[in-house]
C-alpha cells in the first residue's frame, strides 16, 4: 500500500529533495506530560542559544526551503515555511505553546533541525498522500475553519487520492480535517529537506522522531527515506 509519494513532475524540478516518513498506528494522543513538556522547553532554550542573532534567512536549511517556495512562484516571505514559521515565533516571543502530544513531538524535532515536520491524522485521507503541483481542482480547508477553498494551479501541494489537500504551499500549512488531535490513533508523520546535507539531518531527525513517538505515544512504526531514487513509501 502506497502511504507517501513524490510526483515525478516534483522530483524533476526538485531533484535534491530528501523526506523521511513514519506511519504511526496505535498510539495516544492527549496533553503532553510534564517531562516532555520539561524536554520541549529546554529544547527551545538550546536553539534560541544557538541561532543568537542569525537571520534565519541564514540558516542553511530554511534557506533551501525559501528557494524551493519561489521555484513555484510563492513569496517565501509572505508564506513561510512550517520550521521558518516555528522558529520566527520562538525567536520573537521565546517560547512555543503546547498543543498535544504528537504535535509537540514533531515541533520540538523541527526546530532542533530546522526542518518541516507535519503529522497527519488518517482517519481523513483515502490512499496515498502525493506531493505535486496541484491542478487548481483540489479541496481544502484552512485549520480552525470549515470553507472550501482551492489551491492556485502550480502550487505544491500535498493531496490524498480524492484530491483532498492536506498541506497547501508544499509546508506552509496544514488542512483542519488532517490535523492531529485527541482522537488521533494512526497518523502519517512527515520530515523534509532540501539543503545539500538534507539527508544526514533526516536520517537524524527521523531517528528522534521515533525515539520520542515509541516513548511518549506508544503504538507501532513503520518509516521510510524517499529522494528521486526511491519516490514513494510503500507499507
Same mark, same amino acid.
Given at each position: 500500500?502506497?502511504?507517501?509519494?513524490?510526483?515525478?513532475?516534483?522530483?524533476?524540478?526538485?531533484?535534491?529533495?530528501?523526506?523521511?516518513?513514519?506511519?504511526?498506528?496505535?498510539?495516544?494522543?492527549?496533553?503532553?506530560?510534564?517531562?516532555?513538556?520539561?524536554?520541549?522547553?529546554?529544547?527551545?532554550?538550546?536553539?534560541?542559544?544557538?541561532?543568537?542573532?542569525?537571520?534565519?534567512?541564514?540558516?542553511?536549511?530554511?534557506?533551501?526551503?525559501?528557494?524551493?517556495?519561489?521555484?513555484?512562484?510563492?513569496?517565501?516571505?509572505?508564506?513561510? %515555511?512550517?520550521?521558518?514559521?516555528?522558529?520566527?515565533?520562538?525567536?520573537?516571543?521565546?517560547?512555543?505553546?503546547?498543543?498535544?502530544?504528537?504535535?509537540?513531538?514533531?515541533?520540538?524535532?523541527?526546530?532542533?533541525?530546522?526542518?518541516?515536520?507535519?503529522?497527519?491524522?488518517?482517519?481523513?485521507?483515502?490512499?496515498?498522500?502525493?506531493? &505535486?503541483?496541484?491542478?487548481? %481542482?483540489?479541496?481544502? %480547508?484552512?485549520?480552525?475553519?470549515?470553507?472550501?477553498? &482551492?489551491?492556485?494551479?502550480?502550487?505544491?501541494?500535498? %493531496?490524498?487520492?480524492?484530491?483532498?489537500?492536506?498541506?497547501?504551499?508544499?509546508?506552509?500549512?496544514?488542512?483542519?480535517?488532517?490535523?492531529?488531535?485527541?482522537?488521533?490513533r494512526e497518523c502519517l508523520i512527515?520530515?523534509?529537506? &532540501?539543503?545539500?546535507?538534507?539527508?544526514?539531518?533526516?536520517?537524524?531527525?527521523?531517528?528522534?522522531?521515533?525515539?520520542?513517538?515509541?516513548?511518549?505515544?506508544?503504538?507501532?512504526?513503520?518509516?521510510?527515506?524517499?529522494?528521486?531514487?526511491?519516490?514513494?513509501?510503500?507499507?
Open positions: 500500500m502506497h502511504i507517501f509519494q513524490y510526483d515525478a513532475q516534483i522530483l524533476a524540478r526538485y531533484p535534491q529533495i530528501v523526506g523521511g516518513a513514519i506511519l504511526a498506528q496505535d498510539v495516544t494522543n492527549g496533553p503532553t506530560p510534564a517531562d516532555l513538556q520539561a524536554l520541549y522547553q529546554a529544547e527551545q532554550q538550546l536553539v534560541l542559544q544557538r541561532i543568537g542573532s542569525t537571520p534565519l534567512s541564514q540558516i542553511e536549511s530554511l534557506a533551501a526551503w525559501r528557494r524551493a517556495f519561489r521555484g513555484f512562484g510563492v513569496d517565501p516571505t509572505q508564506y513561510r %515555511s512550517a520550521a521558518e514559521a516555528l522558529l520566527r515565533r520562538l525567536t520573537k516571543k521565546g517560547d512555543i505553546p503546547s498543543i498535544n502530544l504528537l504535535v509537540d513531538i514533531g515541533n520540538l524535532v523541527s526546530i532542533r533541525y530546522g526542518l518541516p515536520v507535519a503529522v497527519f491524522e488518517r482517519r481523513a485521507l483515502q490512499g496515498a498522500v502525493t506531493v &505535486h503541483f496541484a491542478d487548481g %481542482s483540489e479541496r481544502y %480547508s484552512e485549520l480552525g475553519e470549515s470553507d472550501e477553498d &482551492h489551491p492556485e494551479p502550480g502550487e505544491v501541494v500535498f %493531496s490524498d487520492e480524492t484530491k483532498l489537500v492536506v498541506a497547501r504551499r508544499w509546508c506552509w500549512r496544514q488542512s483542519e480535517p488532517s490535523a492531529a488531535g485527541a482522537q488521533t512527515t520530515i523534509e529537506a &532540501h539543503h545539500a546535507t538534507g539527508r544526514q539531518d533526516i536520517e537524524a531527525a527521523l531517528h528522534d522522531l521515533l525515539a520520542l513517538l515509541k516513548e511518549y505515544a506508544g503504538g507501532t512504526y513503520t518509516s521510510a527515506i524517499l529522494d528521486a531514487q526511491h519516490p514513494a513509501f510503500i507499507c
